[in-house]
């Protein structure tokens, strides 16, 4: 049984460009939310899909972009990158209708923006 | 922002049992409370999730009183291997942490 996968495990931009994290959910699953979290911080809610819609967002700027597809896997999109956008990006997915709406995390996408 | 508060660290010995305690001043009637480990370079790892009452599993214990303004994580005897940062997660926002260091 396949936990959260993400791809990929690292990566370094430019200031400026765009950047593009994928996520395949635990097997079964149907809903991705997205999470970002910087060196020594919690990880903050950026937003979360269900039936190929965002559903629920928190702070973060409209840089900030997703998409699910029929297969439930999702992306994450950010443009114009900058600095203080490094970061751990942690994918989770979860079972609209359990109880509890347990979430389960990937080992997350490592960001540089240099 | 975040809607819990918890301490920022802990210090505890092998073979202690260790108690962390999260507030929940503004959760709502639905929300239920869970609780991450989290190693570094790693992402979270589920603990155990409660409504109210107690919970227990093969690793750890969760409180939650009547009010559900708090909830406490209860390790038991724990080991090297478990220090780490613990959240405790509402509405899908997590607190900032507690960093619990097991020391020999």
């Known amino acids: 049984d396949a936990g959260v996968t993400q791809s990929p495990t690292h990566l370094i931009k430019t200031r400026g460009q765009q950047v593009t994290l994928r996520c395949s959910p635990k097997?079964?699953?149907?809903?991705v939310s997205w999470y970002q979290q910087a060196l020594g911080q919690g990880p903050q809610f950026i937003f979360q899909?269900?039936?190929?819609?965002?559903?629920q967002r928190g702070n973060f700027p409209d840089r900030f972009s997703g998409h699910q597809f029929p297969n439930y896997s999702s992306e994450l999109n950010v443009n114009a990158l900058l600095l203080g956008d490094s970061a751990l990006y942690l994918c989770?997915?979860?079972?609209?209708?359990?109880?509890?709406?347990?979430?389960?995390f990937g080992e997350g996408s490592w960001l540089t923006v240099v | 922002l975040a809607k819990t508060t918890q301490p920022i660290s802990m210090d505890s010995y092998e073979g202690q049992e260790v108690n962390i305690t999260c507030s929940h001043n503004?959760?709502?009637?639905?929300?239920?409370i869970t609780w991450y480990q989290q190693f570094p370079s790693q992402g979270p790892r589920f603990i155990i999730q409660?409504?109210?009452t107690k919970v227990t599993n093969e690793v750890a214990s969760l409180f939650i009183p009547a009010d559900r303004k708090s909830s406490t994580l209860s390790l038991p005897r724990v080991s090297l291997s478990d220090t780490a940062v613990y959240y405790c997660?509402?509405?899908?926002?997590f607190g900032a942490g507690t960093r619990l260091t097991v020391k020999p």
């Open positions: 989770a997915s979860s079972l609209v209708g359990n109880p509890g709406n347990t979430i389960y």
């Open positions: 899909y269900y039936e190929e819609e965002e559903r």
């Open positions: 409660g409504y109210k």
């Open positions: 097997s079964g699953h149907d809903t």
């Open positions: 503004n959760i709502a009637t639905n929300d239920y």
């Open positions: 997660l509402e509405d899908m926002r």
